[in-house]
Nanobody, 115 residues
Framework: QVQLVESGGGLVQAGGSLRLSCTSS????????MAWYRQAPGKQRELVAA???????NYVDSVKGRFTISRDNVKNTVYLQMNSLKPGDTAVYYC?????????WGQGTQVTVSS
């Protein structure tokens, strides 16, 4: 079992920044991929960004150049730095971990971007 605890969501104006954090109860060295997903009202959950244990990163096109995912394997934490936020980024953001063949999820943190 892996527990993921997210923090850092909130309300921000368009153009602003937020940093999300997700701390894992398991060692990050045992987690192949850490990722951030988001789900807006009435929409499907979508992958926002992912980072592998080797540090390779992937992003959905809509956030490229604005969001940065990183992981600290010593602190067992993954971050999502979100800059130049847009109202379309409003969603509940979920942290996810791929660990020993299973996917684990955090409880989600709300990000609201006002215009």
């Amino acid at each position: 079992q892996v527990q993921l605890v997210e923090s850092g969501g909130g309300l921000v104006q368009a153009g602003g920044s937020l940093r999300l954090s997700c701390t894992s109860s398991a060692s990050m060295f045992s987690i192949n991929v850490m990722a951030w997903y988001r789900q807006a009202p009435g929409k499907q959950r979508e992958l926002v960004a992912a980072v592998s244990i080797y540090g390779s990163q992937n992003y959905v096109d809509s956030v490229k150049g604005r969001f940065t995912i990183s992981r600290d394997n010593v602190k067992n934490t993954v971050y999502l730095q979100m800059n130049s936020l847009k109202p379309g980024d409003t969603a509940v953001y979920y942290c996810s971990a791929a660990h020993r063949g299973y996917a684990y999820w955090g409880q989600g943190t709300q990000v609201t971007v006002s215009s």
